[in-house]
Each structure stands twice: as structure tokens, then as C-alpha cells.
């Protein structure tokens, strides 16, 4: 396993295969994220197109007169245009998601597990891999006196 010191890997060339692997998963995410869109914005136009009204239509055309209320515009399928509007927005946040997920992939030479896990202790531990001590019980004195605690007895208890 790598150290915390240094990345599991040297520096990867732009133009190397592992890059553009990486590169190609934040390709897919934007052309993933494009055809969503495009699928969004066709939805969107058919319903703007369906609740106009047409040129030569009354305006009592979408009166009922037997129950003296006005009818749905859509026919009362407001549940499944909230269901397409779910899987719409779900879809699109799901493409977003994809493309930055290989972006900060490719951006941060993440490739595999290992590199992922790299990352991961290294946020955790810090840069050297070693926890700054002074700074940890600095924020253990001020979250005690946050909540009122003294520090000194939850020691004694532990």
C-alpha cells in the first residue's frame, strides 16, 4: 500500500491510457447529461404546446356545463406529469452526478479503489499522515465550553 506521503502513483501524463480511461467516464456524464437535457426540454415543449389553446376554439370550449366547473387543462393526469417531473429532474441530477464524478476522477488521478482510499485517509490524516494533536484538543476545549462540559471529568469517566 502507498504511504500518505506521496500519491500512490507519479504524475500521469494527459495523453497517457489511464487518463483518458478517467477522462472517458466525465465524457460519458456530458454526453449523458446532454441527452437528458434534451429529453427535459422536448417534455417541457410538448406541454406547452398541449395546454394552448387552438386558433379557432371557443373560449366556453373548456367550460362543462353539466357540473358548472372548469375540467382539468391536461385531463386530470396531473399524477403522471408529476411523475414524469420526478423522473425527469431525478434523471438529470443522475447525469450531473456521473459527469462530476468523473471529473474530480480524472481531476484527482482517482482510477481505482486504492487511489480512492488514498484520498480518503489523506483528507483524514492529513497531508503526513499524522493527526495535529494541539489542534485536535484545541477544538475539544471549545466544544466543551460550547455545551457547557468540563473537559477534565469526561476524562476521568473514560
Known sequence: PPSLDQPPRPYTPLLSRRSFRQFGLYCGGCSF??????????????HQLKARLRY??????HLNFKKGQMPAPDG???PMMALEALN?????????????AGGVSWALDIS????????????MNGAHGQLDEKSEKELAAWVAKTLGMDLDEERQLA
Do not use: C, Q
Open 76 to 78: 386530470g393526469k396531473e
Open 56 to 61: 379557432f376554439t371557443p373560449s366556453t370550449h
Open 88 to 100: 425527469l429532474a431525478t434523471l438529470n441530477v443522475l447525469s450531473f452526478g456521473i459527469m462530476m
Open 112 to 123: 481505482n479503489m486504492d487511489d480512492l482510499r488514498w484520498w480518503a485517509r489523506r483528507s
Open 33 to 46: 447529461l446532454a441527452f437528458s437535457i434534451l429529453i427535459s426540454r422536448r417534455a417541457a415543449i410538448r
